[in-house]
Every structure is written in structure tokens, then in C-alpha cells.
């Protein structure tokens, strides 16, 4: 089991373990109402693990040799993680890139790289004897905590925007989540959520503020690192909204650094949609925060935030990798998904589309080159969002059961892309 403690992420202050604690007393005294949060803790492991034999990434007692809890037996009874690195060949001929990888997260119980962050969240609560779990989302963290507590039994509450795609709100009800539809935004969810967790006693899993949220998902970062040793990857592509897989997989990547498997944590290239780019504004114009972006809107409902609450964290991070981010249009979010299906065979939602167009746009700046070894992060499934891929096709026409009318409908085709 890996012993850990609590680091501040602005004054570095270490703080003993408290599940009411989850920021830093003296730097959250800096709080503004609507900002990012101040003061958010990281988990730093003092232990220096094992690594983990083949196939063997997603095994509780791996997790727990890497991941801050007490007992392999705390995890829900759900193999989360352990997704391929695909070595793509048809795309890597498209794009011109001999190492290019995608890193398939689809394959998570929820479908979603959240599930991460949930598995361990709930571990955390069950040591905490914590039977409540509760969680704003813009719909895949929320999906993810329900998925796993199905299989913990624990009670999972979530906040989530009303707008939230219909495929996630059908899921996370069967999986039997008290579901809270909240009309307002995301950044709205969020602040009733914290507010529902301090009236009612419930365990806190908000992204961001809750320090197991950043540290859970950082096992993809641990994954990518084990899958493509002895190389290493030199840019790593993520899709941002409130900058906690960013986070999270930034400090993945140190951990394999500080334990000796990696040289150095890849270039972090940040995707942000136009609608919803607070963080690529800051890392453009070498702000330490955010300045929020009121009425944020993009197809990639996963990505956008107001405000992203990890700000902070993310951009310092980002920056110490030697990183970057772009925007992307929804116009080419939309057409990235079918392109990189039809291409590789993983079908992403819009967010999860996202780090290939991303990889695009950054193609044309020149901040990545075609010969590096760059990794595409697919965060979350197709089958959470079909309307939006839906969109960016063509009508579907039936066809006479004839086989005229087959050939007449062949002679029509393009192959795709
Ligand atoms: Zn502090």
C-alpha cells in the first residue's frame, strides 16, 4: 500500500489527511466566488513501487501499489483502466506520422476516462466509512461514480447540467445514481454540489477540489509510460475542460520520472474547444489563472466549463513539461470523430475527438512534428454522444431490397474518408 501525503499545490504546505479537508486552509483564504479553486491539494506517494508485470496494470493490488490507499480490498470489485495503446497504422499514414499512438479509455466500465477518478474517490470514502458520495458532472464524472458505486454499493449523488447529452443521463440512472438535473451550467452544479455536501455530510468527489480526483486519474499516465517502455512518448495530447486529466496525467508522468521508468514527463499539448478555452487563453498569454468564460458552449459537452477549476494546477504543470494548447471549432471536433472511428477503429465522443484535431491544428503551428512520438488520450466513448457524430453525416437513405439498388447505391459512395 502506498503511503502518501497531502501537498499544497501553491504554497507546498503538507497537511495531515482529514475527508472534510480538501483544500488548503490558508491558501483558500484567497477564494474569489466563481473562480478557479484556490489552495487544491496533491497526493505525493513516498514510496517508490514495483513495476507491474504484463497485463497486470489494472489489477487492485498494482492500483494500490501506486494509488493512495490503504487495503487492495477498499477498490470497487470493477477492473477499471488497462485500455490498449494502439498503434494506429491507417491513421499514422493519413497524418504522416510513423509514432503516432492512441491510448483507447473507451474501454472503462462507464466508458470514460473518469472512471479513473471514481474508483478511487470511492475507496477513499470507504476508509473514510463514508457511505455518500456525491459529485457534480457535466455527465461522464457522474456516470463513472454511479458505475462504480453499482459495484461498491455505495449511494452516489449527482448535479448535472439538464442539458447533459440524453445517453448520459439514461446511463448514470441505470446505474442507479440519484440523479439531480440541475437547470443551469456545469460551474452552477458544481457550487450546489459543494453546498449539498456541507448541509448533508456527504463525501465530496467534485473534480478538482477533491485531491483523489486528479491523483485517480493519473493511471493513465502510468499506463501509456508502461505500454510504450522502452520508448517514450514526447507529446502527449490531452482534451481539457476543468484541467484535472491534465493534471492528473502530468503528475502520472512525474511519478514515472521520480521512480526512474521515464527520462522526463512528455510535452503536454492542451485541446480546448473555441467555445470553452479558458485554459489555452491563460497558456497563451502566460497567466498564472484563468479569466472565465461566461456562457462557455461547445458540441464537446465534457469539455466545457466557465471556469476550469483545476486552472491553477493545469497550467503549471503544462508549462514545467515544455507544453502548449490550441482551440479547435466544433466543426472540426464534429468531423474528427468520424475520421479518427473510421481510422482506427475506437469511436470517440466529441471530447475524446477533440486531441486529434487538436493534433491537427498543432501540426500546422508547428508545435508538434510529424516524427515525434505523440500519444492521442480518447477519453470517452461515442456511444455517450451518437447525436453529435450523427451530425457531421450525411442523411442515411434506405435502399429497395434489390440488389440494383445496391449497386446503384455503391456506384454512388466515397470511400471514406
Ligand atoms: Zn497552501
Given at each position: 500500500m502506498a503511503r502518501f501525503e497531502l501537498v499544497c499545490t501553491e504554497c507546498g504546505r503538507v497537511l495531515a489527511e482529514d475527508p472534510e479537508l480538501l483544500v488548503c486552509p490558508e491558501c483558500s483564504r484567497f477564494q474569489e466566488s466563481g473562480g478557479s479553486v484556490r489552495g487544491l491539494l496533491a497526493v505525493r506517494i513516498l514510496d517508490r513501487p514495483e513495476l507491474p508485470g504484463p497485463g497486470r496494470m489494472a489489477d487492485p493490488e498494482t492500483l494500490a501499489a501506486v494509488l493512495p490507499v490503504a487495503s487492495a480490498a477498499s477498490f470497487a470489485l470493477l477492473p477499471v483502466g488497462g485500455g490498449p495503446l494502439l498503434p494506429v497504422p491507417r491513421l499514422r499514414?493519413?497524418?504522416?506520422?510513423?509514432?503516432?499512438?492512441?491510448?483507447?479509455?473507451?474501454?472503462?466500465?462507464?466508458?470514460?476516462?473518469?472512471?479513473?477518478?471514481?474508483?478511487?474517490?470511492?475507496?477513499?470514502?470507504?476508509?473514510?466509512?463514508?457511505?455518500?458520495?456525491?459529485?457534480?458532472?457535466?455527465?461522464?464524472?457522474?456516470?463513472?461514480?454511479?458505475?462504480?458505486?453499482?459495484?461498491?454499493?455505495?449511494?452516489?449523488?449527482?448535479?448535472?447540467?439538464?442539458?447533459?447529452?440524453?445517453?448520459?443521463?439514461?446511463?448514470?440512472?441505470a446505474l442507479g445514481a440519484v440523479v439531480l438535473p440541475v437547470r443551469g451550467s456545469y460551474d452552477q452544479a458544481f457550487e450546489l454540489c459543494g453546498r449539498a455536501c456541507q448541509a448533508f455530510g456527504w463525501y465530496n468527489r467534485n473534480t478538482a477540489v477533491n485531491p483523489f480526483t486528479t491523483e485517480g486519474k493519473k493511471t493513465l499516465a502510468l499506463e501509456v509510460g508502461w505500454q510504450l517502455a522502452p520508448e517514450a512518448p514526447d507529446v502527449v495530447v490531452v482534451p481539457a475542460g476543468d484541467g484535472v486529466i491534465t493534471s492528473g496525467v502530468a503528475g502520472g508522468f512525474a511519478d514515472l520520472v521520480a521512480w526512474g521508468h521515464l527520462a522526463a514527463v512528455p510535452r503536454l499539448l492542451v485541446v480546448q474547444p473555441e467555445g470553452s478555452s479558458a485554459l489555452v487563453r491563460a497558456l497563451e498569454s502566460g497567466a498564472a489563472d484563468v479569466t472565465p468564460v461566461p456562457g462557455a458552449a461547445s458540441v464537446a459537452d465534457s469539455l466545457v466549463v466557465e471556469v476550469p477549476r483545476a486552472a491553477r494546477l493545469a497550467l503549471a504543470r503544462v508549462r514545467a513539461s515544455g507544453g502548449a494548447g490550441v482551440t479547435v471549432g466544433d466543426g472540426a471536433i464534429r468531423a474528427a470523430i468520424g475520421r479518427l472511428a473510421s481510422l482506427t477503429g475506437v469511436f470517440p465522443e466529441p471530447a475524446a475527438a477533440a486531441p486529434l484535431a487538436g493534433l491537427e491544428r498543432a501540426l500546422e503551428l508547428g508545435?508538434?512534428?510529424?516524427?515525434?512520438?505523440?500519444?492521442?488520450?480518447?477519453?470517452?466513448?461515442?456511444?455517450?454522444?451518437?447525436?453529435?457524430?450523427?451530425?457531421?453525416?450525411?442523411?442515411?437513405?434506405?435502399?429497395?431490397?434489390?440488389?440494383?439498388?445496391?449497386?446503384?447505391?455503391?456506384?454512388?459512395?466515397?470511400?471514406?474518408?
Open positions: 499514414e493519413a497524418q504522416g506520422m510513423p509514432r503516432l499512438w492512441v491510448k483507447d479509455d473507451t474501454r472503462n466500465p462507464s466508458g470514460s476516462t473518469k472512471d479513473r477518478a471514481s474508483l478511487l474517490v470511492a475507496a477513499r470514502a470507504m476508509e473514510y466509512g463514508r457511505e455518500t458520495i456525491a459529485t457534480a458532472s457535466t455527465g461522464n464524472a457522474a456516470t463513472a461514480l454511479a458505475a462504480v458505486c453499482a459495484a461498491s454499493g455505495q449511494r452516489a449523488v449527482v448535479f448535472v447540467p439538464e442539458s447533459a447529452p440524453p445517453a448520459k443521463l439514461v446511463q448514470m440512472r508545435l508538434v512534428e510529424r516524427e515525434e512520438r505523440v500519444v492521442l488520450l480518447i477519453t470517452g466513448t461515442g456511444l455517450k454522444d451518437p447525436a453529435a457524430a450523427e451530425s457531421a453525416m450525411p442523411p442515411l437513405e434506405s435502399i429497395e431490397p434489390d440488389l440494383a439498388a445496391v449497386e446503384r447505391r455503391l456506384a454512388g459512395l466515397h470511400r471514406h474518408p
